[in-house]
């Protein structure tokens, strides 16, 4: 094997700044293999160009001509914890010596342990966890779960969703990447979720986007048949559709309708989970608790893949003495489970949900607002915690997107400068359609938040140029 990594050390230099060492030839090496051996997801194979990646530490990651890059989107928001966390790597590297893998049929320490650990901070009434490999078969299980518990096989999820890529995740997905895997499953209906700078009901204030909000989801479930409706599947926080923080009420609202028509409520908490915004889970600062939670991502950064459903004592006590149908080789893999609890005490020593929350609300909130104040291209920031999103428009009055929805190409130029300009000036940023994202791993330090947001405002001067 080839040791790329060895050949770009990262070494501190005399002012105390990691940096990496430039090397060409392993550049080649690893685009080599990568171009002719690498089939990518979401991609026309030609048309790409993957940055060759050489190392990674905390916040930053390098590529092989020596560029750092302060990672602001945590790859695909999954690296809560940063690159190359000392504590889930050695966790890791120890679980490996002591038993490397075990059938999900057996009990294992780890797997137990976070479970466990997972329930907890679920809250009341949360007692399982079934382990996955990663989020679109979390939500592909607890489906399946509800549509076994209810004897109902309908299930209803918003337009602006990501919601994984299996077959049922694909068919709950309401974004463009299921068109091209229709028909999907038929059995789910969509409806539109909350959404004030873009409201669908012509809403005036927050507060009246919950109501006509929940008002359409209820016509919804009436007009879909509710003897018909398993679950609801929401994205506690729409993530990569828009990071849209739901309204006051809004949730509440959905879980009163779920109870009044039988229906399960399952919170998509893959991209939210697991301190994004402050919270070990997103709806805990909405008041609600949903019937099942999928979460992935940020419970072990991803470190080995891993996701899964809590599953609240109702549904779980189904299943106790019906068979439940459903499993995976790698349910609860002790590698996956052991960065896990060692997630968990990073957590819990570096206080990591109090410094999610006040770099939130005391740096980066303030800092966008700002940004917004003086960039005519800036319709709306919005988010929470370390998860914001900063919305490009060609007019504030109109509130005509930079790019049009979908946008590729030359009609995704505007955004894609972008982009461009935040990576020559040392930040990878998150982009999606006419918005950028910032959401940067949660143990990144203050001084490296604010450079980046620095960076993002520099950047957004080529937005500008676009705008009316
Ligand atoms: C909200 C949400 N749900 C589900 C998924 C799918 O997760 P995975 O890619 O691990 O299958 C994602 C991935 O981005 C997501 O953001």
């Not at 700044?17 to 060409?24: G, H, K, V, W």
């Not at 026309?44 to 020596?66: K, N």
């Not at 509800?146 to 209803?156: F, Y």
């Not at 549904?315 to 052991?338: E, K, M, N, Q, R």
Request: charged share 20%; with cysteine; net charge negative.
């Amino acid at each position: 094997m080839t040791d790329t990594l060895a050949a770009t050390a990262v070494y501190t230099d005399p002012t105390g700044a990691a940096r990496a060492l430039p090397d060409p030839e392993a550049d080649a090496r690893v685009r080599a293999d990568d171009r002719g051996h690498v089939f990518h997801s979401w991609s026309a194979q030609a048309l790409i160009d993957p940055l060759p990646v050489a190392a990674g530490e905390g916040a930053t990651f390098w590529d092989y001509a020596g560029n750092a890059y302060l990672d602001f989107s945590s790859q695909l928001v999954n690296l809560n914890l940063g690159h190359q966390h000392p504590d889930l790597v050695t966790a890791i590297q120890r679980q490996a010596g002591r038993m490397a893998t075990i059938q999900p049929a057996m009990a294992n320490d780890v797997r137990g342990e976070l479970a466990r650990r997972i329930a907890e901070v679920a809250g009341d009434g949360f007692e399982k966890v079934f382990f996955t490999n990663g989020g679109a078969d979390a939500n592909e299980n607890a489906v399946r779960m509800a549509r076994l518990v209810t004897g109902r096989r309908k299930v209803l999820s918003m337009y602006r969703s990501y919601h994984g890529n299996t077959s049922t995740a694909i068919a709950l997905t309401g974004d463009p990447r299921r068109w091209p895997n229709e028909p999907a499953d038929g059995s789910v209906a969509k409806f539109f979720g909350p959404y004030a700078y873009r409201s669908p009901f012509h809403s005036t204030s927050p507060e009246e986007e919950s109501r006509r909000a929940l008002a359409h989801l209820e016509q919804t479930i009436v007009l879909e048949g509710a003897s018909t409706i398993a679950a609801i599947v929401i994205e506690t926080i729409v993530g990569t559709n828009g990071v849209l923080v739901p309204p006051p009420g809004y949730l509440a609202g959905v879980r009163e309708l779920c109870d009044r028509f039988g229906i399960v409520y399952i919170a998509d908490e893959v991209m939210v989970g697991f301190g994004r915004v402050g919270e070990w889970f997103a709806f805990q600062a909405f008041d609600v608790a949903p019937d099942l939670i999928t979460f992935a991502k940020g419970v072990n950064s991803g470190y080995v893949p891993l996701g899964g459903v809590v599953i609240s004592e109702r549904i779980a006590g189904h299943f106790d003495t019906v068979s439940f149908p459903g499993g995976l080789t790698y349910s609860g893999h002790p590698l996956a489970c052991a960065a896990g609890v060692a997630t968990f005490e990073v957590f819990e020593r570096d206080g990591i949900l109090e410094r999610v929350r006040d770099l939130g609300s005391r740096v980066v909130e303030p800092r966008l607002r700002e940004i917004a104040s003086r960039h005519p291209s800036v319709g709306d920031v919005r988010g929470m915690g370390l998860f914001w999103a900063i919305e490009l428009v060609e007019d504030r009055e109109t509130r005509t997107p930079l790019v049009p929805f979908n946008a590729s190409g030359a009609d995704a130029a505007p955004v894609a400068a972008v982009a461009a300009a935040c990576k020559r000036d040392g930040v990878w940023p998150f982009t999606h359609f006419n918005r950028v994202h910032v959401a940067p791993p949660l143990v990144i330090g203050e001084d490296d938040l604010l450079r980046g947001l620095d960076v993002i405002d520099r950047a957004l001067s080529a937005a500008d140029e676009h705008t009316r």
